[in-house]
């Protein structure tokens, strides 16, 4: 919640369960409507709750929105598995997740309207910085360790794995998503497969 949001109001204590419903409601209209549709009504219509509650958590739709994304889309975590193709599926699985998870249609939108929402850009650099610095970890350790060769580009290895699992997430049908998400872990592997198998064939290339 925003700091205005946080301090205690008179009265009757908070509902949790308002709060939850409120920000899935937040990420589920953005996912759909984008910026443009965005507003508080929508949000408290979806929520199934009064107006004057979403008022008395947040001040505008910006303070909502920006809350709401900050709790849903996580950043991605650093991971060591002991081989960079266990590195490699660990990364894609985290980006397969997020983008087929309840967040991951406003994750894909927030791509690109990001500059025009008050107080997330910055938040949403830092996310992008999470996942360049997830995928150099690895880059750079299975170099050290033999299992790439050198000169291995970082930039190629995200961009093959990240624009993978989004364009996947983004082609599957609704009616596929369950068995899409059923088979995350699946299809994470054939990915890092894909990237590792591309990433030696390009050092190998004259």
């Known amino acids: 919640m925003s700091t205005d949001a946080a301090r205690s109001t008179p009265g009757r204590p908070r509902d949790p369960d308002v709060d939850r419903r409120l ?11 984008g910026w443009a549709g965005f507003s508080i009504d929508a949000v408290a219509r979806r929520a199934g ?3 004057a509650s979403v008022y008395l958590r947040w001040s505008n739709r910006e303070e909502l929105l920006a809350d ?49 929402i008050p107080g997330l850009l910055e938040w949403y650099q830092d996310l ?23 000169g291995t580009s970082t930039t190629l290895v995200l961009d093959t794995l990240c624009g993978g699992a989004m364009f996947h997430a983004m082609t599957v049908d609704r009616g596929d998503r369950d068995r899409a998400v059923a088979g995350i872990v699946v299809y994470a592997q054939r990915l890092a497969d894909f990237v590792l198998n591309s990433a030696l064939t390009e050092r190998r290339t004259p």
């Open 68 to 116: 709401a994304l900050r709790l849903a889309i996580v950043h991605i975590a650093q991971v060591s598995t002991g081989s960079v193709r266990g590195d490699l599926i660990d990364l894609a699985r985290q980006f397969l997740e997020l983008y087929l998870g309840p967040a991951g249609r406003a994750s894909l939108r927030l791509g690109v309207e990001v500059a025009q």
């Open 23 to 33: 920000a899935e409601a937040a990420v589920e209209l953005y996912g759909e409507a």
């Open 49 to 51: 709750v009064g107006k």
């Open 128 to 150: 992008g910085e999470s996942q360049r610095l997830a995928a150099r970890r690895i880059v750079r350790r299975a170099i050290e360790h033999g299992e790439l060769p050198r």
